[in-house]
């Protein structure tokens, strides 16, 4: 017997392909993606399973941001070229499920569509014109995903979200 994250998996293969088997419509294709993400997300949107799944990747990506952030405001005009250990854009390759726990781990509503195949994540860091104020913007497949990251720790459910969340 299948887990139902290979069957979500082994389906939408053959749907993308158009050779699901008989009797398997697109419908129940989708129904099982849709328990599969209902799934992932009600396991990791749990205190503390994102965080343990994840953290060293997040903790990565936090790292990044501060430190970009460090040299950027430490830089001048005659030290230009000493920006060597903080890159403006950081790449990484992941599967979906990770991609769940990120956005589970910084707090991000859910998107309206399961990252598929080729899916990317961002994290943004934008700077407030003429000001030193830093903000991070995150987004799966150009979809921008708000976030409670940072507003409270006993955040509920339906309290409002930011799109912009302030880096300190």
Aim: aromatic letters at 12%; glycine letters at 2%; charged letters at 15%.
């Amino acid at each position: 017997m299948l887990p139902w994250n290979s069957l979500a998996d082994l389906y939408k293969c053959l749907e993308s392909c158009d050779h699901l088997p008989p009797g398997v419509s697109e419908s129940d294709v989708r129904s099982i993606m849709d328990y599969v993400a209902w799934r992932w997300f009600f396991l990791l949107r749990h205190e503390h399973m994102a965080n343990w799944s994840i953290s060293s990747l997040v903790k990565k990506l936090i790292l990044n941001v501060q430190h970009f952030i460090e040299n950027n405001n430490n830089n001048d005009a005659s030290a230009t070229t000493t920006i060597t250990n903080s890159s403006p854009v950081h790449s990484f390759s992941a599967h979906d499920s990770t991609l769940i726990a990120l956005i589970c781990a910084f707090r991000l509503n859910n998107p309206t569509e399961w990252p598929e195949y080729a899916s990317y994540w961002k994290m943004e860091l934008l700077q407030e014109e003429n000001t030193s104020n830093y903000f991070v913007q995150f987004s799966l497949n150009n979809e921008i995903l708000s976030s409670s990251w940072g507003l409270s720790d006993t955040f509920q459910e339906g309290q409002a979200m930011r799109r912009f969340v302030p880096v300190k």
